[in-house]
Structure formats: structure tokens, C-alpha cells
């Protein structure tokens, strides 16, 4: 609501009306503060019970756990190899409450694999000079003299020395092959590489390819740039033209592929027209020649039906495609329609005298022989008899594990310990805030306060005034009330010596603890081992009353009961789209008290302004009369 009283603030009387206004407004608006601390409260209150629940939800989770079997029925495998060496390079296992104790063999034969293709060959345009052939025609003959000139890797320079020599292009052994490998091999050596090095250590690779001369990366450097240059004197002319002889022109660079750039213009191999396409495993792909590698594998691998996984790799310079699934339905199949896959590394080809199907691949089934039984999955993780494997590398001819499962009383602590470690936090919690001091005199601060605070005191002060909200509420005493009374109680039908949880070793011990428990642990495993069947029905037993149910399965109930009074009371949560709790209505209901007193304040304020507006008026029309009364006295002398 909008107010257009015009404000006259003190011209004819001298009076300071903002500062007037501003103390009559204070005093009324004490009640709208009062109901904005009132609210704050109740947030407050809101927000610590949201706390506990979710406090109690895990408990709750955790209570349930303890109802399964597999919390207690626990086993450990111990074995090796038939060489006395660990089988866990080779496969682990984690058995389940269904595995059966006892002595397993266990032979990997194979393990379930990726469909996989990957690029034959680098695919990036190599730095390619001339055709010698075409150049020397003539004699048939290179000739190498003073053969020194520049390349740039990555920024770093060096001179190259290449040998003086003479190469026939046609007779075979001083041919284009052999200057590559001495080109090669001078341009390695230029950057530190030694022949003991091995070829591992090499920074480029030369080679033949129609007739022509290629540089480009070794397999192990294919991120680099590459350029060369002349040998330059000191007036910056090439000393020689050792470059020309070789078919490379000046400055001539080799660079990475760039996934974002037009592939057409990068590759080694043309992919022809203005369109290209391909098929894998049967879907089909179009795009412009003009588009970039990351534009196409964007496209394969958002199409979700296409099974494949596409990806390049910058260090060999390869694209790679894997299937999603493993297993021996896993498949690529490439059907190359536009030249686009060839100029990739995907085809047939002949590769010394054999056929290479470089356009399909197949996964494989993982496959062992569990005592003399032949068992085969499509994934290396599986569950068999209750033992959860997970295979890791095939096992060579004649290799073996042996283990054994036996029962595993330490897992079953460990389980039963993090039980209660959960429940000490959930009573303590709630202990803290039934117990916390009260400080009445510590209300909610107003914006105003604020202000006029450091922020150091801000906190200070609002510790004090959250402190003591929850202090002996009844729903959260009831709660740790009857979660006390569930872990401290016996559990009828039990045998004897396994009837509370005292009995195996989980006690209370200082009475100010408020129902803390602590855990004796050699006491504990001693019971496990003796009646593993016993304890877990201590926890899990479902009688038809209370007093035969579990420790676990009471926790369970009381809580499920408990966080639906919380929520009930302060809601589920900081997701919950709709809070209809019982605080919830609350807050709602006081805001919309603080917005009709907020609209009455503005009224009020107006209304003073109008007054105090009518006054100002009254004196200025006082004042005026006042002056013209004088001035008319004076006219006349008096």
C-alpha cells in the first residue's frame, strides 16, 4: 500500500519532526518487534528438532541394518596362490551372510572385457615435404652437404647436423628410407637422444610416405609443435638450402590436432566431399566436412543407443572407441560410408601379408572355474554361492588360489560398535538440549540492536538467546526415555547369559552419562564366537510384544514413531516444498501478524507526518499574518 502525504519536516517552527516521528515510531513498533523475536524463536526451535531428526533418521538406518543377518553373519577369506604368492592381484572376494564356509578353488580364466577399436596409426597431417621423386627425376639422387639447419620444439631451438651423403632414390639401400632414418636420427640426437637411449626416448619420427618425407611427433611426444627453419648468417640469410634439398619449405611447422578446429584440414588422410558419414553398431552419423573431432565425438556420445564411448588421445594421437558394456554381447561395428573412418585409422587393410579388421571388435565374458565348476558373467563383479568376486587379471596355465571362508567375529564387532557409537550421538544430542540453561533475559536481537553490535557480540549474544529452547521438552524426553529403556531391558526368550546387552559386554557406566554405553570388546567377540546366533537375535529377534523384540528392532519402532512426531511437529526437512508442521503453521501464522501490523506502523507513521504537516502549515500561515500585520504598522508609522 502506497501513501503520498506530502512531508513538511519543521520549516516554521524549528522543530527536529524526523527526530520526533522516529521516537513515536520506536515506541510503536516495540510490538512488532516482539513479534519478529517471537518468530525467531520458533525458527530457532524449528531448525534444532529438523537437526535431531535427521539424527534420528540415521539411527533409524542404522537400526535397521542391524536387523539384517548380514550384520552379524559375517566371514573372511584367507588363501593363496598355488606358488604361496597372494590371489588379490588377481581377484578379491567378499562373502555375504548366504556364503557357506569352507575351501574353494579358484582358477581366472578370462575376465570380462570392453568392446575396444582404437586408430591404427597417428591421424594428425605429419609435416610433409615434396615429392623427391618427382624433384630428383632427373639423377635419381640426393646429394647432402653442409647440412645444418634449425628446429623448434615446443619452443625450444637447436641446430641439426645432417651427415653429407649421397641417396639413390631407386637402388635400394642409400634410398629415401635410409635418409629419413639419418634425418631422424640427427634431429633426436640435436635434443639429447643417444642410440643407447633406445628408440622410446625419441622426440620425432621421420618417415616415408609417397615419395615425400614426414616429420612428426614419436609416439610418446605427439602434443609438441614442430618447426623448421634455415640456418641463418649474421645479416639473417640461410646459410644453405639444405631445407629445399629435403623438399620442406621455410618455417614449415607441424602442430597438434585441434579438437575444435575443421578436421578435413588436419588429418593425414583426405575424407573427401562436403558431407561425411559413417554407421556404428547400424546408427547413423552425418555431418559437414567443416566440422571439428569434438563435434563429432559430442555426437556419439550423447547418442545414447549407440552402445560406444568415443574419446581422443592427445599422447598417442589416436581415436579410441569403447563399448559401455562388457561381456561377449559388448560390439563395435564400423561401417565407413564417406571416407571419414579410413582417414580416422578404421579400415581393412593388409599389414605384411595379413588381413587387419581394424572396423570391428567384440568384448569378452568373464569366465572361472569355481571348484571344477565353469562359470561365466558379462561383467567382472558377481555375486556366486554368496561371494561377491571381482576380477582383476587372468591367471597364466597351471596357476591356482586356494582360500578358505571362515567366520569373522571382528566384522561383526566393528558393526555392532558403530550401532552404538551412532546411538551415544543421538542421546547425547538430545541429552544436550534437554539439559541446556535457559537465558530468558537473552532475546532475539532486532536489526536495529544489530547494527549498533560488533559482529563478535552479535554471535555471543545469539548463542545465548538459542540456548535452553528445547530445555526438557516433552516429545524429546519421551524419545530418550524410551530408547534408554530399550537398551537397557532384557529381551525375553533369550538363553541365558545373552538376555541384555550388558550380558555381552555393552554397559552404562557413570549415571550423569545419561544412558551413554560403552562397549567391552573382548567380551563382546568372546559372546560372538561362542552364539553368533544368539547375539544377533539379541539385536534383531521380532517378538510379537516389546519384550521379546530386539534391542535393535525396539530402537527401530520407537524411532520410526519419533521422527514422524518430529516432523509432525517441525517438518521434514530443508527440501520439503510445502511445510504444513505444527511450528510451520506457526511462523506462517506470525508472519502474516508482522505483515498487518508492518501495514498498520505505516499507517501510523503517516498519520503522525500529517499531523505534524497540518502544524507546520498552521505556524507558517501564523508567521505570515504576523509579517504583514507588521508591515502594515509600519506603513502608518506606528
Given at each position: 500500500?502506497?501513501y503520498?502525504?506530502?512531508?513538511?519536516?519543521?520549516?516554521?517552527?524549528?522543530?527536529?519532526?524526523?527526530?520526533?516521528v522516529s521516537?513515536?515510531?520506536?515506541?510503536e513498533?516495540?510490538?512488532?518487534?516482539?513479534?519478529?523475536?517471537?518468530?525467531?524463536?520458533?525458527?530457532?526451535q524449528?531448525?534444532?528438532?529438523?537437526?535431531i531428526?535427521?539424527?534420528?533418521?540415521?539411527?533409524?538406518?542404522?537400526?535397521?541394518?542391524?536387523?539384517?543377518?548380514?550384520?552379524?553373519l559375517?566371514?573372511?577369506?584367507?588363501?593363496?596362490?598355488?606358488?604361496g604368492?597372494?590371489?588379490?592381484?588377481?581377484?578379491?572376494?567378499?562373502?555375504?551372510?548366504?556364503?557357506?564356509?569352507?575351501?574353494?578353488?579358484?582358477?581366472v580364466?578370462?575376465?570380462?572385457?570392453?568392446?575396444?577399436?582404437?586408430?591404427?596409426?597417428?591421424?594428425?597431417?605429419?609435416?610433409?615435404?615434396?615429392?623427391?621423386?618427382?624433384?630428383?627425376?632427373?639423377?635419381?639422387?640426393i646429394?647432402i652437404?653442409?647440412?645444418?639447419?634449425e628446429?623448434?620444439?615446443?619452443g625450444?631451438?637447436?641446430?641439426?647436423?645432417?651427415?653429407?651423403?649421397?641417396?639413390?632414390?631407386?637402388?635400394?639401400?642409400?634410398?629415401?628410407?635410409?635418409?629419413?632414418?639419418?634425418l631422424?636420427?640427427?634431429?633426436?640426437?640435436?635434443?639429447?637422444?643417444?642410440?643407447?637411449?633406445?628408440?622410446?626416448?625419441?622426440?620425432?619420427?621421420?618417415?616415408?610416405?609417397?615419395?615425400?618425407?614426414?616429420?612428426?611427433?614419436?609416439?610418446?611426444?605427439?602434443?609438441?609443435?614442430?618447426?623448421?627453419?634455415?640456418?641463418?648468417?649474421?645479416?639473417?640469410?640461410?646459410?644453405?638450402?639444405?631445407?629445399?634439398?629435403?623438399?620442406?619449405k621455410?618455417?614449415?611447422?607441424?602442430?597438434?590436432l585441434?579438437?575444435?578446429?575443421?578436421?578435413?584440414?588436419?588429418?593425414a588422410?583426405?575424407?573427401?566431399?562436403d558431407t561425411?558419414?559413417?554407421?556404428?553398431?547400424g546408427?547413423?552419423?552425418?555431418?559437414?566436412?567443416?566440422?571439428?573431432?569434438?563435434?563429432?565425438?559430442?555426437?556419439?556420445?550423447?547418442?545414447?543407443?549407440?552402445?560406444v564411448?568415443?574419446?581422443?588421445?592427445?599422447?598417442?594421437?589416436?581415436?579410441?572407441?569403447?563399448?559401455?558394456?562388457t561381456?561377449?554381447?559388448?560390439?563395435?561395428?564400423?561401417?565407413?560410408?564417406?571416407?571419414?573412418?579410413?582417414?580416422?585409422?578404421?579400415?581393412?587393410?593388409?599389414?605384411?601379408g595379413e588381413?587387419?579388421?581394424?572396423?570391428?571388435?567384440?568384448?569378452?565374458?568373464?569366465?572361472?572355474?569355481l571348484?571344477?565348476t565353469?562359470?561365466?558373467?558379462?561383467?567382472?563383479?558377481?555375486?556366486?554361492?554368496?561371494?561377491?568376486?571381482?576380477?582383476?587379471?587372468?591367471?597364466?596355465?597351471?596357476?591356482?588360489?586356494?582360500?578358505?571362508?571362515?567366520?569373522?567375529?571382528?566384522?561383526?564387532?566393528?558393526?555392532?560398535?558403530?550401532?552404538?557409537?551412532?546411538?551415544?550421538?543421538?542421546?547425547?544430542?538430545?541429552?544436550?538440549?534437554?539439559?541446556?540453561?535457559?537465558?530468558?533475559?537473552?532475546?532475539?536481537?532486532?536489526?536495529?540492536?544489530?547494527?549498533?553490535?560488533?559482529?563478535?557480540?552479535?554471535?555471543?549474544?545469539?548463542?545465548?538467546?538459542k540456548?535452553?529452547?528445547?530445555?526438557?521438552?516433552?516429545?524429546?524426553?519421551?524419545?530418550?526415555?524410551?530408547?534408554?529403556?530399550?537398551?537397557?531391558?532384557?529381551?525375553?526368550?533369550?538363553?541365558e547369559?545373552?538376555?541384555?546387552l550388558?550380558?555381552?559386554?555393552?554397559?552404562?557406566?557413570?549415571?550423569?552419562?545419561?544412558?551413554?554405553?560403552?562397549?567391552?570388546?573382548?567380551k563382546?567377540?568372546?559372546?560372538?564366537?561362542?552364539?553368533?546366533?544368539?547375539?544377533?537375535?539379541?539385536?534383531?529377534?521380532?517378538g510379537?510384544?516389546?519384550?521379546?523384540?530386539?534391542?535393535?528392532?525396539?530402537?527401530?519402532d520407537?524411532?520410526?514413531?519419533?521422527?514422524q512426531?518430529?516432523?509432525?511437529?517441525?517438518?521434514?526437512?530443508?527440501?520439503?516444498?510445502?511445510?504444513?508442521?505444527?511450528?510451520?503453521?506457526?511462523?506462517?501464522?506470525?508472519?502474516?501478524?508482522?505483515?498487518?501490523?508492518?501495514e498498520?506502523?505505516l499507517?501510523?507513521?503517516?498519520?503522525?507526518?500529517?499531523?505534524?504537516?497540518?502544524?507546520e502549515?498552521?505556524?507558517?500561515?501564523?508567521?505570515?499574518?504576523?509579517?504583514?500585520?507588521?508591515?502594515?504598522?509600519?506603513?502608518?508609522?506606528?
Open positions: 500500500m502506497a503520498s502525504t506530502m512531508r513538511i519536516g519543521g520549516l516554521a517552527s524549528g522543530m527536529d519532526i524526523d527526530q520526533i521516537d513515536l515510531m520506536r515506541a513498533r516495540t510490538k512488532v518487534d516482539k513479534l519478529y523475536q517471537q518468530k525467531q524463536i520458533m525458527e530457532w524449528k531448525s534444532f528438532y529438523r537437526e531428526n535427521l539424527k534420528l533418521k540415521s539411527l533409524y538406518n542404522a537400526a535397521f541394518d542391524m536387523k539384517l543377518t548380514s550384520s552379524y559375517t566371514y573372511k577369506a584367507i588363501g593363496t596362490m598355488n606358488d604368492t597372494s590371489f588379490d592381484k588377481y581377484f578379491s572376494v567378499k562373502p555375504g551372510s548366504a556364503a557357506v564356509p569352507g575351501e574353494y578353488k579358484v582358477k580364466e578370462q575376465i570380462a572385457s570392453y568392446a575396444r577399436l582404437e586408430s591404427s596409426r597417428t591421424i594428425t597431417k605429419p609435416l610433409l615435404g615434396d615429392d623427391l621423386a618427382q624433384k630428383y627425376e632427373d639423377d635419381g639422387k646429394v652437404s653442409e647440412g645444418v639447419f628446429v623448434t620444439i615446443d625450444v631451438k637447436k641446430d641439426v647436423k645432417l651427415s653429407d651423403g649421397e641417396y639413390d632414390l631407386f637402388l635400394g639401400s642409400n634410398g629415401l628410407t635410409d635418409l629419413a632414418s639419418a631422424e636420427n640427427a634431429i633426436n640426437t640435436a635434443f639429447g637422444w643417444k642410440a643407447s637411449d633406445g628408440d622410446d626416448r625419441k622426440r620425432v619420427k621421420v618417415y616415408v610416405k609417397d615419395n615425400r618425407l614426414a616429420i612428426e611427433p614419436a609416439d610418446n611426444y605427439n602434443k609438441v609443435t614442430i618447426t623448421l627453419s634455415s640456418k641463418k648468417d649474421d645479416e639473417g640469410n640461410p646459410v644453405n638450402d639444405i631445407l629445399s634439398t629435403l623438399g620442406f621455410e618455417g614449415e611447422s607441424y602442430r597438434p585441434n579438437l575444435n578446429a575443421s578436421l578435413k584440414d588436419q588429418l588422410e583426405d575424407i573427401g566431399g561425411i558419414s559413417f554407421k556404428i553398431n546408427k547413423e552419423f552425418e555431418f559437414s566436412s567443416n566440422a571439428s573431432l569434438q563435434m563429432i565425438l559430442d555426437k556419439i556420445n550423447s547418442t545414447a543407443d549407440v552402445g564411448t568415443a574419446r581422443y588421445d592427445a599422447l598417442t594421437d589416436r581415436v579410441v572407441f569403447i563399448s559401455k558394456e561381456g561377449a554381447a559388448a560390439k563395435i561395428e564400423i561401417t565407413d560410408d564417406s571416407g571419414l573412418m579410413r582417414a580416422l585409422g578404421f579400415g581393412v587393410e593388409e599389414i605384411k588381413i587387419f579388421d581394424n572396423t570391428r571388435a567384440e568384448g569378452q565374458n568373464a569366465r572361472i572355474i571348484n571344477g565353469i562359470i561365466e558373467k558379462t561383467t567382472n563383479d558377481f555375486t556366486v554361492s554368496g561371494i561377491r568376486f571381482n576380477l582383476n587379471k587372468a591367471m597364466e596355465a597351471g596357476q591356482e588360489a586356494t582360500f578358505r571362508l571362515e567366520n569373522d567375529p571382528d566384522a561383526a564387532v566393528e558393526n555392532i560398535k558403530k550401532f552404538i557409537d551412532l546411538y551415544n550421538e543421538t542421546i547425547d544430542l538430545i541429552n544436550k538440549k534437554l539439559s541446556e540453561e535457559r537465558y530468558r533475559s537473552y532475546a532475539p536481537l532486532t536489526e536495529e540492536q544489530k547494527k549498533e553490535m560488533s559482529e563478535n557480540d552479535v554471535k555471543l549474544w545469539e548463542e545465548k538467546a540456548s535452553g529452547l528445547l530445555r526438557s521438552d516433552p516429545l524429546l524426553s519421551r524419545i530418550v526415555q524410551n530408547l534408554r529403556y530399550a537398551v537397557s531391558s532384557v529381551v525375553a526368550g533369550q538363553p547369559g545373552m538376555k541384555s550388558a550380558a555381552i559386554g555393552i554397559n552404562t557406566m557413570d549415571w550423569k552419562e545419561k544412558g551413554k554405553l560403552y562397549v567391552n570388546e573382548e563382546l567377540r568372546e559372546a560372538i564366537v561362542k552364539d553368533r546366533e544368539a547375539v544377533m537375535r539379541l539385536f534383531n529377534a521380532d510379537d510384544n516389546s519384550s521379546k523384540d530386539g534391542v535393535a528392532t525396539r530402537i527401530y520407537i524411532l520410526k514413531g519419533g521422527i512426531d518430529l516432523t509432525e511437529k517441525a517438518g521434514g526437512g530443508e527440501f520439503q516444498i510445502y511445510d504444513d508442521s505444527i511450528l510451520g503453521k506457526q511462523i506462517k501464522d506470525m508472519e502474516d501478524r508482522i505483515s498487518r501490523m508492518e498498520m506502523l499507517r501510523t507513521e503517516e498519520r503522525y507526518w500529517a499531523k505534524f504537516t497540518a502544524m502549515r498552521a505556524i507558517q500561515y501564523a508567521n505570515q499574518q504576523s509579517m504583514w500585520l507588521a508591515m502594515q504598522f509600519s506603513s502608518y508609522g506606528y
